[in-house]
């Protein structure tokens, strides 16, 4: 079954209402091994209740459509879907607790061409409930490798953000959990892939992968520490390009480029692997 762009383009998601309490902002925030040092303060406001501090990145796990791309209708090749980037655009900071409503639209779908692939760019709102205001806008690039030729438009294709040349600012290393990947799936996001050794090799990989999110969690919270002195308060905008996966236990290495007054490029490296995990990242930050 090809994709028919109309309906795809048009398909409505109905809104979707989330209450999550202190317990969930604290998992998150353990789920990217904050609290590895408890005796650092600037992880444990994140990861004890008192004046607990939500992580920005936490917007992407909350009131989300899930994997609704495996719906029959949508006619995507869901098992070839992956995800391709995340941005996060953050207006106001999320409460320790509360309840969201996020709203869900398909913005387009490039198609690349037969044998190439297609690529949808989606957006997702998150609002208070109680106040109405929103939170944060959540965009996301998925590449539908199984779905070109469907004959969508071929353009405009959004241009990743480019990372300069040579040595770096600044770095940030970060090592995960082996567990990492069993903690951080309690988000809700409960892909067989990043538990079950079995359904990782079926899809190609030595072991259970880590979450993309989780991956793009943990660079949100060194990029906090290189450029807001772990202040969640001042990160405003945080968006990035997933180019390798990554495996629990491993060490990521966030590298920094500061390119004027609250703004900065950056990428994540596996050092051991000499592999580039996450690239294109902009972030926009208070002074």
């Known amino acids: 079954m090809a994709i028919d762009y109309d309906k795809l383009k048009n398909r409505s998601f109905a809104d979707i209402e989330q209450a999550y309490g202190i317990k969930d902002t604290m998992l998150y925030a353990l789920g990217l091994g904050l609290g590895q040092d408890p005796m650092d303060p600037k992880q444990l ?3 004890y209740e008192e004046d607990l501090v939500a992580l920005p990145t936490m917007g992407v796990v909350l009131a989300t459509p899930g994997f609704w791309v495996k719906e029959p209708d949508t006619g995507v090749d869901w098992p070839k879907v992956l995800h391709g980037e995340q ?3 953050i207006h106001k900071p999320l409460p320790p607790q509360g ?3 996020s709203r869900f639209r398909i913005d ?7 044998g190439k692939g297609a690529l949808m760019y989606t957006t997702r709102e998150l609002r208070d409930v109680a106040t109405g205001e929103l939170l944060c806008s959540l965009t996301s690039t998925s590449f539908l490798r199984g779905d070109g030729g469907f004959g969508g438009p071929s353009g405009p294709i959004r241009q990743p953000h480019p990372v300069p040349e040579g040595t770096p600012d600044a770095s940030f290393d970060w090592t995960v959990g082996r567990h990492a990947a069993l903690l951080y799936r309690l988000n809700g996001d409960y892909n067989p892939v990043h538990a079950d050794p079995k359904a990782a090799a079926k899809g190609g990989f030595a072991q259970p992968i880590l979450h993309g999110l989780c991956s793009y969690g943990v660079a949100g919270w060194a990029v906090m520490n290189l450029v807001c002195d772990g202040d969640a308060s001042r990160l405003r905008r ?3 390009r997933f180019t390798a996966p990554v495996y629990p236990g491993e060490t990521l290495r966030t ?3 500061n390119q004027g007054p609250g703004v900065a490029a950056f990428r994540v490296r596996v050092p051991a692997r000499d592999v580039i995990a996450l690239n294109n990242g902009r972030a926009e930050y208070l002074p």
């Open 45 to 47: 406001r994140h990861v």
């Open 87 to 89: 941005g996060l655009t």
């Open 99 to 101: 309840r969201v409503v």
């Open 108 to 114: 387009e779908i490039i198609d690349k061409g037969a």
């Open 238 to 240: 945080f968006d990035l």
């Open 255 to 257: 590298e920094v480029w």
